[in-house]
């Protein structure tokens, strides 16, 4: 409340700024904290949090059904509480933050074209629709603000989950909303207020897909998108069409939330990772709090592994160019398919994909060299690894922007240089360089703001390769959770220091496949043809081109 020169420091005497002396007095008329008082003039903090409260009642199993496991070497404790529901805590030196993510097999391969339209939407529609009377959607705002605690409901090709963050001390109350979330009733997809933001997101939709239409990059990726995965259209792959936003409906969305949500909220796993209660309270407030989640038959997989996407990759050399009256450069796609280990292959899994990004980077760093530094073609060159969790496929991009009439040389030349790297393999110096840039890149993952957000993926990767791994009914040995995170964590280092020429050259051989690519284009210019024409094969005259 007091005005202090910023040159000087404190001096004895100290005048009062008027208005720090106006809240001053209203401080000491109500000492209740700020998040405590009237945020909107009609709910309080404490009346929605008791409101929150009376939703979903305590479970007042004993603790000692409780079955404690500790995990030293990653300063971390899973807990298994009486009805089966398992949560691991990752405590951190992080004052302040509270990180939650929780999931559970089953995702959008289970889901037509008009239900993952309706999933992309939920989190949405239900922070809409409030979780009680007492609690609407205006109550919810105003308790996630004042508190800084929020729980969302997430989609994923795979799985499904929820995700949130809270402060220091409020872990009780992340758990109540996560708890809530999960128990959230078809009559609140009822109140006017839902239909209202149902309305309002079809009408968004319908926009997007007037103006997607003029864009050129969309269609763009469109190509791109279609002859990755062989020619087939997957339906929850594609933007969402009209039909699928005309079938979006409160119903729709009540009937997804109950199926993929309220109907088997005890096959969540949980992962909290920050500032967290002592033990004795952590084990407390989950059994009170998630205690009580119903464990029957996941309606969405019936506790199977989820499905697979029904597609492939071109085979051969697969080329399309994409004429637009707008673009100015030609924009360069070439795009590799690689069969990778999923998540239920434990430190396996680690290890491959530490070697895909080590070979990504190498090749990265040569195209550059290459494409900018000798031909001056390019001002920059991208190669991308691309993948969803728990999906047996990767793709490897290399895109970059040129002139157009100097393309088709310089896609050459990214080709040459993946067979060089095939035959002969990196430098040693490469080797070192990458190892190094590998190194400093997770050394700053750990150590920044951001930390929490690493440790959470760490431990939620590892827990699902192990919920895999057991609807796979796998017999071979299943690495333990603590030992995929140590991996990942503290042995990455390590893991690091094997990749080798030798290790990298494999990698280029095995997924750098330059018989088996599709090479995809966006140019200037006007072409005569309708875009009908089917896709040709390298050697085979012509090669298909579209017009925007």
């Known amino acids: 409340a007091c005005r202090v020169c910023v040159q000087c420091g404190p001096t004895p005497s100290l005048d009062v700024d008027a208005l720090w002396a106006v809240a001053l007095s209203e401080a000491l008329a109500d000492p209740a904290p700020l998040w405590e008082r009237a945020v909107s003039g009609v709910h309080t903090f404490r009346s929605q949090t008791s409101a929150l409260a009376a939703i979903v009642p305590l479970c007042d199993a004993p603790v000692t059904n409780c079955v404690v496991k500790p995990m030293p070497s990653i300063d971390a404790v899973e807990f298994t509480l009486g009805n089966g529901v398992v949560a691991c805590c990752l405590r951190r030196a992080t004052p302040g933050r509270v990180a939650l993510q929780a999931f559970t097999l089953g995702g959008s391969t289970e889901l037509d074209e008009a239900d993952e339209c309706a999933m992309c939407v939920l989190d949405d529609v239900v922070l809409s629709a409030g979780l ?19 729980v969302n409901t997430q989609r994923h090709l795979y799985h499904r989950g929820l995700g949130g963050s809270t402060l220091t001390g409020k872990f009780d109350l992340l758990l109540n909303l996560a708890a809530t979330r999960l128990h959230l009733g078809a009559e609140r997809f009822e109140v006017d207020s839902t239909r209202l933001a149902v309305e309002r997101t079809r ?11 003029h864009d050129p990059n969309f269609w763009f990726g469109q190509r791109a998108r279609m002859l990755s995965c062989n020619g087939v259209d997957i339906p929850v792959l594609r933007p969402v069409t009209e039909e699928a936003v005309r079938a979006l409906t409160t119903a729709r969305c009540a009937r997804l939330h109950t199926r993929g949500f309220a109907e088997a909220p005890g096959k969540f796993t949980f992962v909290f990772v920050g500032d967290l209660p002592p033990d004795g309270d952590l084990l407390e407030m989950l059994s009170s709090r998630l205690g009580g989640l119903a464990t029957k038959t996941d309606p969405w997989t019936s506790d199977g592994a989820p499905s697979q996407l029904p597609s492939g990759f071109a085979n051969g050399v697969v080329e399309e160019e994409v004429l637009s009256e707008t673009a100015e450069k030609a924009t360069t796609l070439i795009i590799f398919h690689a069969n990778v280990c999923r998540e239920d292959a434990g430190v396996a899994h680690l290890e491959h994909f530490l070697h895909l990004e080590a070979a990504r980077r190498c090749a990265q760093d040569r195209m550059l060299a290459r494409l900018r530094g000798e031909a001056g073609g390019v001002y920059s060159v991208s190669v991308a690894l691309g993948r969803v969790s728990l999906s047996p496929h990767a793709h490897i991009t290399v895109s970059f922007d040129s002139d157009a009439a100097r393309q088709s040389v310089l896609a050459g030349m990214v080709v040459d240089e993946l067979r060089k790297l095939q035959q002969e393999g990196p430098s040693s110096q490469e080797v070192l360089a990458i190892r ?5 890149t997770h050394a700053r993952n750990l150590s920044g703001e951001a930390s929490n957000s690493y440790w959470l993926f760490y431990v939620l990767e590892a827990y699902k390769g192990e919920r895999l791994g057991r609807a796979l009914g796998a017999q071979h040995r299943r690495d333990s959770v603590e030992e995929v995170v140590w991996a990942a964590s503290h042995g990455y280092a390590d893991n690091v220091d094997r990749i080798d020429v030798t290790s990298l050259k494999a990698v280029f051989t095995e997924h750098f496949q330059i018989d088996n690519y599709v090479h995809l284009v966006l140019k200037p210019g006007v072409s005569a043809q309708d875009g009908t024409s089917d896709t040709k094969l390298a050697g085979e005259a012509p090669k298909n081109t579209s017009r925007i």
């Open 436 to 440: 190094q840039a590998l190194k400093d």
């Open 132 to 150: 009680s009377p007492d609690l609407d959607a205006v109550a919810l705002r105003e308790l996630s603000s004042a508190s800084q605690t929020r």
């Open 203 to 213: 009408a968004r939709l319908l926009e997007e897909i007037c103006q997607r239409h």
